[in-house]
């Protein structure tokens, strides 16, 4: 029975990034623990034989030409939802701290 | 304001000039108006739709060929892209997003005459079972204003069944197109999986999200899939179309061989919805069907290989949500991976959060076999099953949720209890298989119950064909 402590938590948080508040903190420590108590059932499951399911349609590799095409949208247009533009690149606070 | 003519009628009247498509816009936005206080719409597009319907209104004049769906009004579930009007996904995160593109389905809606005059309301990115996870308001039941009117889709299914639009349009990762028109007392498709291209919709769970319409009868439901159905070069997972198609395709319920699925019919049903399905199972029968009961044991563990796969997806697909790509952004945060933290712990809810640290508990190391890859073949298991039920009857036949309409808040503070509400619906789901909802009447607690068929995958014909059949003796 998984029973998440409080480090889990904000390593799952930090994992996934994402900022959360100490109220947070203690509300997904128990939500997440009865979540995962309840999905474990799976792990009981016989599955002696089978393989997992990755497509359910049996489609494999579907291939298309390796050319330019023209969907109608310019960057310029697709640019200008980002918060932050500069010189046509999206412009990020520092990487490297 | 009265019922919608069929689709097929509405169109074919404004090609022939007998009704305008401005006024089944003018008609479709005042509607709307009239019925805000159910807040099932998010936003409103007036001013592209009204020219678009001049535009087919003065094409039909000239004896032009205005499409199968001409000047039919849509409403879109606010997850999908689409012209003059922001998509939210009922987040914060995604407000002020304006579509660069539409979604392919929506394309071709659009190409064959049918005009989105608003969005509708969901649970934010389609998590939830109520639309009680929007960001920004929930949409009331059209029956009871103290009730929800289930979800993700809540918002299209009350604005079909409050007569804004004929049609529209939502998505279903796990049910959330079919138990909101269950609530409501609508028809809903779920397609086989990759039938309706998802480019251009906000992705969910990419395995298992499928589109499709939620409409008043059957015949409706079709023509739409006709439209929306094949293969589109922009969504590699799409398959072929049947190239019968998929409207008027009603057939007899003569012979039909359907399955009543045992485990779906016992305990954690409320029994005002057992009754109606089995009401429902002996109209069937007498209508020459034959109904047999049958059992496929690992369907009980379907909830939780669901709720392992989906937030795995889901905590993928989500990370494109980072500040720096779409409007939303956090000004804190020192520097880009504080800025990720900071945008993404704000801009999302809570339940968007809660089902990413799911995703990311199951994909991370050390716990991927154990939950990811344990659920993906439990997931065969299943599928294997449904190819041995399919191999005895035609089509399975349930409920399509354990309850009939539960009250505003009844479930809120409980996700688990939330995510029960998705029983029924998620093993269509991850087998891909599509299924359909069936109006049956009220239930003793006055509330509608819909009746899901499920069909073998690629029996989307066949299936809208006994669907409509059902229809005729079961409303």
Not at chain 2, 372 to 381: E, F, P, S
Request: hydrophobic share 40%.
């Amino acid at each position: 029975m998984t029973q998440l402590t409080r480090d889990d938590v904000l390593k799952l948080a930090q994992l996934a990034r994402l900022d959360i508040t100490e109220d947070e903190i203690a509300l997904y420590q128990k939500e997440l623990s009865t979540i995962l108590q309840y999905v474990e059932q799976v792990q009981k499951a016989d599955v002696a034989g089978l393989k997992p399911t990755t497509q359910v349609t049996g489609l494999t590799n579907v291939m298309r030409d390796d050319t330019v095409a023209d969907y109608g949208v310019s960057p310029d247009e697709l640019l200008r939802q980002a918060p932050n533009v500069q010189d046509r690149h999206i412009k990020v606070k520092r990487m490297i701290t | 304001m009265s019922r919608w003519l069929p689709i097929a009628d509405l169109a074919a009247k404004v090609q022939t000039g007998q009704l305008k498509a401005v006024d089944l816009v003018e008609r479709a936005l005042k509607t709307i108006e009239d019925k805000k206080e159910y807040d099932a719409i998010i936003s409103i597009i007036s001013e592209r739709s009204r020219e678009r319907a001049a535009a087919i209104d003065a094409a039909a004049a000239k004896g032009e060929d205005v499409g199968r769906l001409a000047g039919v009004p849509f409403i879109a579930k606010d997850n999908y892209l689409v012209f003059g009007a922001e998509t939210t996904a009922a987040s914060n995160m995604l407000r002020g997003f304006t579509a660069p593109y539409q979604s392919t389905v929506v394309e071709k809606l659009e190409a064959e005459g049918a005009i989105c005059v608003a969005k509708a309301n969901l649970d934010a990115f389609a998590h939830g079972g109520s639309t009680e996870n929007s960001d920004f308001f929930v949409t009331k039941h059209p029956m009871d204003k103290t009730r929800v009117p289930g979800g993700s889709s809540g918002g299209s299914a009350a604005a079909v069944m409050l007569d804004m639009a004929p049609f529209a349009l939502g998505t279903d990762t796990g049910g959330s197109i079919r138990q909101p028109a269950s609530f409501v007392g609508a028809v809903a498709y779920k397609p086989t999986y990759g039938l309706m291209s998802r480019s251009g919709v906000v992705a969910m769970a990419s395995s298992t999200d499928v589109m499709g319409p939620i409409t008043r009868t059957v015949e409706d439901a079709a023509l739409v899939v006709d439209v929306m159905a094949g293969r589109d070069p922009l969504d590699s997972t799409t398959i072929e179309r049947n190239p019968k198609g998929y409207a008027n395709a009603s057939s007899s319920l003569k012979g039909k061989t359907f399955g009543l699925i045992t485990e779906w019919m016992g305990e954690g049903v409320d029994p005002a919805v057992k009754n109606k399905i089995e009401e429902a199972a002996k109209k069937l029968q007498a209508a020459g069907a034959k109904v047999t009961r049958i059992s496929l044991p690992s369907l009980p563990l379907a909830l939780a290989v669901y709720y392992i796969i989906v937030p795995a997806e889901l905590s993928s697909n989500l990370a494109r949500h980072d500040g720096q790509r779409y409007p939303f952004a956090s000004e804190e945060g020192r520097d880009l991976n504080g800025s990720y933290g900071k945008s993404r712990g704000i801009g999302f809810g809570k339940e968007a959060k809660r089902r990413i640290m799911i995703g990311t508990y199951v994909l991370s190391s050390g716990y991927y076999d154990a939950y990811y890859r344990k659920a993906q073949t439990v997931r065969t298991k299943l599928i294997n099953e449904f190819n041995e039920a399919f191999a005895k009857v035609d089509f399975l036949i349930g409920p399509t949720a354990p309850t009939t309409a539960f009250k505003i808040g009844e479930n809120a503070n409980d996700p688990l209890k939330m995510y029960l509400a998705d029983v029924m619906t998620v093993a269509a789901s991850l087998a891909g298989i599509p299924a359909v909802v069936v109006p049956t009447g009220l239930a003793s607690d006055g509330l509608p119950v819909g009746l899901q068929i499920m069909g073998v995958q690629r029996s989307d014909r066949e299936l809208l064909g006994v669907a409509q059949a059902a229809e005729e003796v079961l409303v």
